[in-house]
């Protein structure tokens, strides 16, 4: 697991053991999945547990806002 970046409280990491699609995963109060978008795309929740609606609203705005550098070094990790 490799903490790739930190933004309102939440962890964004990637596991460099993890598979397709690109994604993250966000830690805080709770835990988040979110889908990398293709150039172009938005980011989709693909599951959460536990996490309150106001951190996942944040966690999915940091992955939105940061997409691009998420999805270079999903590449650089899984080739």
Do not use: Y
Not at 42 to 53: D, F, I, N, S, W
Request: positive net charge; aromatic residues 2%; proline residues 5%.
């Amino acid at each position: 697991m490799i903490v790739i970046l930190r933004a309102h409280g939440l962890r964004i990491v990637i596991f460099t053991d993890d598979h397709p699609p690109p994604h993250v995963h966000v830690i805080g109060d709770g835990q988040a999945k979110i889908r990398l978008a293709e150039v172009g795309g938005k980011p989709e929740v693909l599951e959460a547990t536990g996490m309150k609606a106001s951190s996942l609203k944040k966690a999915l705005q940091a992955v939105t806002d940061h997409q691009e550098m998420l999805m270079e070094r999903w590449r650089q990790i899984h080739g």
